[in-house]
């Protein structure tokens, strides 16, 4: 009970501004509500101006600083700690995220001056213990206030997420987030890889595009969550810096074609579809410009390219749905943890204030939720797809065989023409000849019996052209016209 009297006090005697923190059991907190902020925006303030007050009042953060996209910039945060009896002295300082290029801690000495540690994604060999983020060594005093000035500067999205730790739940924390992140990563190479192998067997370009949406994703997590520069590229921090801004750019670029091919948004929205692709496209010329022309503001932009790309997404999904696509509602859920994910780091962007969870972890958690969503989607639209294929197939195939059933009763009713007209041709012969034979024999009353014969050998040589226009091979088709009812030759007819 005394020593809550003795915080109080302490906190009554210190000047007005963000509240101070007393440890009193703890084991991790964040900073959030107990910060207060001075900009640096030319990065020309030293410590000795900073807590003389020379440079100007403090104002009170009611959350973690966030201060958005723009050029490089610095900023300070101060925050004071209170420790008590039966806590530890010692505390560990970790300030998210990643990507920060300078994070300086100035800490009180005892002579009265201040100590500065570096670290940073620019000052890796200043953090005490290898981490992905900056990492901080504190020393508190029970029942006594200690101020600390924290530095952070960085271009594009400046923010800083201040989190106090002891010894144990560092460790916990570190560990928490290994198994995390290597299950994220295990879910984005076994995706990619599955995904890559089913382009190559069935060659559907859906395939393809998920993979490489997954690989410029899962590049970019892994370079924005600082596991590049603490592994790889831990001496160059610039690199480190321009493979992210590529890679937001390549992320945006690849997550257009897909989303407007997996979404069939060529069909419902064309226009719609036409502008998010020629927005990925922009995604990659100002990543370029960012990466290689310095003007990192543009960050802010492009993200909100990929916001605009979701909201396109989910429009077009609650589309389908309505009209009973067979995807409809999983399509929808798609796009709702997408956008999910993606907004808080559009308020990032505008600067607006988000937690932590949200903005670090809550998007690496909906990133790998979207990406199981929309494995099972594309491998619900392939099935559709080799569905629809192997009943066009079928049908092929009945067709083949309808034909093929034609084609033989086309040959059997040719055969049985060539054989009637063989059948008919040949008495008509007979009948021609030996009615020539007899008009030869005649016994000289030929006037009596020419009538006849000319009757008989025109009646033949109509039946014979019946015949070639019905029956002959070479007139198998339409019908022809039937001759007319006359002679030929100007032979009359049989009365």
């Given at each position: 009970?005394?020593?809550?009297?003795?915080?109080?006090l302490?906190?009554l005697?210190?000047?007005a501004?963000?509240?101070p923190?007393l440890l009193?059991?703890?084991?991790?907190?964040?900073?959030a509500?107990h910060?207060?902020?001075?900009?640096?925006p030319?990065?020309?303030?030293?410590?000795g101006?900073?807590?003389?007050?020379?440079?100007?009042?403090?104002r009170?953060l009611?959350?973690?600083?966030?201060?958005?996209?723009?050029?490089?910039?610095?900023?300070?945060?101060?925050?004071?700690?209170?420790?008590s009896q039966?806590?530890?002295?010692r505390?560990?300082?970790?300030?998210?995220?990643?990507?920060?290029?300078?994070?300086?801690?100035?800490?009180?000495?005892?002579e009265?001056?201040w100590?500065?540690?570096?670290?940073?994604s620019e000052?890796?060999?200043?953090?005490?213990?290898?981490?992905?983020?900056?990492?901080?060594?504190?020393?508190?005093?029970?029942?006594?206030?200690?101020?600390?000035?924290?530095?952070?500067?960085?271009?594009?999205?400046?923010?800083?997420?201040?989190?106090?730790?002891?010894?144990?739940?560092?460790?916990?924390?570190v560990?928490?987030?290994?198994?995390l992140?290597?299950?994220f990563?295990?879910?984005v190479?076994?995706?990619?890889?599955i995904?890559?192998?089913?382009?190559?067997?069935?060659r559907?370009?859906?395939?393809?595009?998920f993979?490489?949406?997954?690989?410029?994703r899962?590049?970019?997590?892994l370079?924005?969550?600082?596991?590049?520069?603490?592994?790889?590229?831990?001496?160059?921090?610039?690199?480190?810096?321009?493979?992210?801004?590529?890679?937001?750019?390549?992320?945006?670029?690849?997550?257009?074609?897909f989303?407007?091919?997996?979404?069939?948004?060529?069909?419902?929205?064309?226009?719609?579809?036409?502008?998010?692709?020629?927005?990925?496209?922009?995604?990659?010329?100002?990543?370029?410009?960012?990466?290689?022309?310095?003007?990192?503001g543009?960050?802010?932009?492009?993200v909100?390219?990929?916001?605009?790309i979701?909201?396109?997404g989910?429009a077009?999904?609650?589309?389908?749905?309505?009209?009973?696509?067979?995807?409809?509602?999983l399509?929808?859920?798609?796009m709702?943890?997408?956008?999910s994910g993606?907004?808080?780091?559009?308020?990032?962007?505008?600067g607006?204030?988000?937690?932590m969870?949200?903005?670090?972890?809550?998007?690496?958690?909906?990133?790998?939720?979207?990406f199981i969503?929309?494995?099972?989607?594309?491998?619900?639209?392939?099935?559709?797809?080799?569905?629809?294929?192997?009943?066009?197939?079928?049908a092929?195939?009945?067709?083949?065989?309808?034909?093929?059933?034609?084609?033989?009763?086309?040959?059997?009713?040719s055969?049985?023409?060539?054989?009637?007209?063989?059948?008919?041709?040949?008495?008509?012969?007979?009948i021609?000849?030996?009615?020539?034979?007899?008009?030869?024999?005649?016994?000289?009353?030929?006037?009596?019996t020419?009538?006849?014969?000319?009757?008989?050998h025109?009646?033949?040589?109509?039946?014979?052209?019946?015949?070639e226009?019905?029956?002959?091979?070479?007139?198998?088709?339409?019908?022809?016209?039937?001759?007319?009812?006359?002679?030929?030759?100007?032979?009359?007819?049989?009365?």
């Amino acid at each position: 009970m005394k020593r809550w009297w003795i915080a109080c006090l302490l906190l009554l005697s210190l000047p007005a501004g963000a509240a101070p923190l007393l440890l009193d059991g703890q084991e991790s907190v964040e900073l959030a509500g107990h910060l207060e902020l001075l900009a640096d925006p030319d990065g020309r303030l030293g410590i000795g101006q900073v807590a003389s007050g020379a440079a100007g009042p403090f104002r009170p953060l009611p959350g973690h600083f966030t201060d958005g996209f723009g050029p490089l910039r610095g900023a300070w945060l101060r925050f004071t700690l209170i420790g008590s009896q039966g806590t530890p002295s010692r505390w560990w300082l970790r300030v998210h995220p990643a990507y920060l290029g300078r994070v300086m801690l100035y800490r009180p000495t005892a002579e009265g001056g201040w100590s500065a540690a570096s670290a940073g994604s620019e000052h890796p060999e200043g953090r005490p213990l290898p981490d992905r983020v900056a990492l901080f060594a504190l020393e508190v005093v029970p029942d006594t206030p200690r101020t600390f000035y924290l530095y952070v500067r960085h271009g594009a999205h400046l923010a800083a997420y201040p989190v106090l730790h002891s010894t144990a739940s560092l460790y916990r924390t570190v560990a928490g987030e290994d198994l995390l992140f290597g299950l994220f990563y295990g879910i984005v190479l076994v995706l990619v890889v599955i995904n890559g192998l089913y382009w190559w067997a069935l060659r559907e370009r859906i395939h393809l595009e998920f993979a490489l949406y997954l690989l410029f994703r899962g590049a970019f997590v892994l370079v924005a969550n600082g596991h590049l520069g603490q592994f790889l590229l831990v001496d160059q921090p610039e690199m480190v810096i321009r493979l992210q801004l590529l890679l937001l750019g390549l992320t945006i670029a690849s997550l257009a074609p897909f989303f407007t091919g997996i979404l069939d948004m060529d069909e419902v929205f064309p226009r719609l579809a036409r502008l998010c692709q020629g927005l990925g496209l922009i995604a990659v010329a100002a990543a370029l410009v960012m990466a290689f022309g310095g003007w990192r503001g543009l960050s802010g932009p492009v993200v909100s390219f990929a916001v605009f790309i979701g909201l396109a997404g989910l429009a077009t999904a609650l589309v389908q749905w309505h009209r009973g696509a067979p995807r409809g509602r999983l399509l929808v859920l798609v796009m709702v943890v997408f956008l999910s994910g993606a907004g808080p780091t559009l308020l990032g962007t505008l600067g607006w204030h988000v937690s932590m969870l949200g903005d670090l972890y809550g998007v690496q958690l909906t990133t790998g939720l979207t990406f199981i969503l929309l494995h099972f989607t594309v491998v619900s639209q392939v099935v559709g797809i080799k569905r629809a294929k192997e009943e066009s197939e079928r049908a092929a195939r009945r067709a083949a065989e309808a034909v093929e059933r034609e084609r033989a009763a086309r040959r059997a009713q040719s055969d049985f023409i060539a054989m009637l007209f063989h059948e008919l041709k040949t008495p008509l012969a007979v009948i021609d000849s030996a009615a020539t034979v007899l008009e030869h024999l005649d016994d000289g009353r030929r006037n009596e019996t020419a009538r006849r014969y000319d009757a008989i050998h025109g009646a033949v040589e109509r039946l014979n052209r019946l015949v070639e226009q019905s029956l002959s091979p070479e007139r198998q088709g339409p019908a022809s016209a039937l001759p007319d009812g006359g002679g030929a030759g100007g032979r009359g007819e049989l009365r």
